[in-house]
């Protein structure tokens, strides 16, 4: 943020929020810390925001997911996913 470069690491973040008021909104909201964390701390960054679904596919496109966001997904002839609690 402070460069206003693009990151590298990470191509994209998907969130499951419950349902209410702004729930688009908040989402979006709540995936860019994911995003600019990386795989260093994408994880703890949903942990300490309270979210419990979350989906990111690294710079090499290898998918990595809460176990409760995985719970709700079928993944057809991929094994470059990576479950992480």
Known sequence: PATAAPVHHTQAVTLLIPPGARAGTRSDALSKPLFLAGAAGWRKAATDMGL????????????????????????VGTSNVRIVP
């Open 52 to 75: 419990t679904q979350a989906l990111r596919v690294d710079a090499s496109g290898r998918i990595e997911v809460t176990p409760q966001f995985q719970a709700r997904l079928t993944f």
